[in-house]
């Protein structure tokens, strides 16, 4: 079965009655499941997590999407997050038997619909229609109240819907990202410069493993010093193999880990390795679970 | 969401259009994940094996059930598998956020329907009306050809439908059972004495865990022996702790395991205790997976 997910991100974490609606305009009819709709009072912000067959991720975040523009008037918003849109930001990810291209037909469709209902949109990531479009950092830069502004300009000119900025929508990134790991370690340690050693070993950029960003943070309420990492291409550096490094790292400094968090939505393909690391179970076929 | 399992097992694994016809009953309309569909021509059998939420479940089984008693003559079958009936055994299996009652509810509901047909029922294992009737085996001893007379008997009333035997469809049993793990361990040895050592230690009745039925088997092919066992309560004895048991019994006497292999559905559940035995992952929710 191709399973999709889509994150779609919106500006509006206050107002329970809209958030709801919005809710309802999403599952109308729709056999998804939602994973998480997380709303922040201080970013005014809701993330609503879905996943199902593409047609239906798809039609879904159409609806969720229609209702926000609706329901949203970015000319009041004001909160926390960097933000430029009422739908902000809304990444499809590609979860099981379903291909990037597959992923970025759905992308593209969900723009093009978007940009049918007067939303300027922006492709970001692997959707991207330039190199400078590649990054959500980049794209978002000046948030909403620069859009006015920076839409004029040639190369911010949106890839779909008007080439004008919206007051009441302002504008939507879409497109594809792999999907992340979000891995934090926790050592039972409260020397922070341990930590930061252990996270040279680890980062790509200190000579450590490719697709693994690192940084080493102080946890004071659990007196202890955490790794924070995002895995970005977990099938080629595993999540097994990072923790076994940093487990060696730290007990070669006679330190031990404490525990492990995997922060937000996994996909199961991760957990194929583990099945195989720790169980020698090679064979093992994601399609048996159930 | 609820996730209910089902394994229809019916008695046609040689005509390739019925068992398409079959197939297209269960899938009319439904939204259910086929997982397996597994014929055998020796068996002269197929195994129907899907999962979905308990409703659509119930409804796919009926509509499956009823035309697999219009296509199979029991009064023709031959095959090497034991069987009693047409559709002739169907366990229901909890998966995810469902309780044991409301698996129940529907096991009940599918036998009464199939004996509103017409087709004498048994409930077994967790669903069984009396002692006698918690092992399919005790219920289809003497097979098909038995029924006749081991109906008439008053300890053989079914408990749905006809109290006499049907020659066309024969009789069903159906029920609820936990999911077992099926975890087969091969050590890189071809002396089975070694692997009835290594039984001895995991097995429930020689002083094992409890809930672990197992047996050391040659593997000619491979030169090995093979730890074949049945988890029969994974929750309790999960599936790391006996590969770790396993692992040290087998290393203490200069072995090493060669592969792993886990057969048939997997419950995800029964991974939440690797991430959390292997990677420290005490906080991970099987519900973060998509």
Redesign the interface.
């Known amino acids: 079965?191709k399973?999709l997910?889509a994150e779609v991100n919106v500006s509006e974490g206050r107002n329970l009655a809209l958030i709801r609606e919005m809710k309802s305009a999403l599952m109308e009819g729709a056999?998804l499941?939602i994973?998480e709709i997380n709303s922040d009072k201080d970013h005014n912000r809701t993330v609503f997590t879905f996943?199902g067959e593409p047609e239906e991720v798809l039609e879904g975040t159409k609806r969720l999407a229609k209702k926000a523009i609706e329901l949203i008037d970015m000319s009041n918003h004001t909160g926390a997050h960097p933000r430029m849109g009422a739908v902000d930001v809304v990444p499809f990810i590609p979860?099981r038997d379903i291909t990037q291209e597959e992923a970025l037909e759905v992308a593209k469709a969900f723009g093009a619909f978007l940009g049918g209902l007067g939303v300027p949109v922006y492709y970001y990531e692997d959707a991207a229609t330039k190199p400078e479009r590649k990054s959500l950092v980049d794209i978002r830069r000046g948030e909403y109240e620069s859009f006015a502004v920076k839409m004029t300009k040639e190369e911010w000119r949106p890839d779909e819907g008007p080439f004008e900025f919206v007051a009441k929508s302002g504008a939507t990134v879409t497109g594809v990202r792999f999907p992340l790991v979000a891995l934090n370690i926790n050592l039972r340690t409260d020397d922070l410069s341990v930590g930061k050693q252990i996270v040279k070993a680890v980062r790509a950029v200190t000579g450590g493993y490719q697709n693994v960003r690192a940084i080493a943070l102080e946890i004071p309420d659990k007196k202890m010093v955490q790794i924070s990492m995002n895995l970005t291409q977990y099938q080629k550096t595993p999540?097994?193999r990072v923790?076994e490094t940093i487990k060696s790292e730290t007990e070669s400094r006679g330190i031990l880990?404490?525990?492990?968090?995997?922060v937000?939505?996994?996909?199961?393909m991760a957990?194929e390795d583990?099945?195989k690391f720790?169980?020698?179970?090679?064979?093992?076929n994601m399609?048996?679970?159930?």
Chains 1, 2 share one sequence.
């Open positions: 079965m399973v997910l056999v499941r994973m996943s979860a999540i097994h923790f880990i404490a525990d492990t968090e995997i937000g939505p996994v996909p199961v957990l583990l099945m720790y169980l020698r179970c090679y064979s093992f399609e048996q679970l159930y």
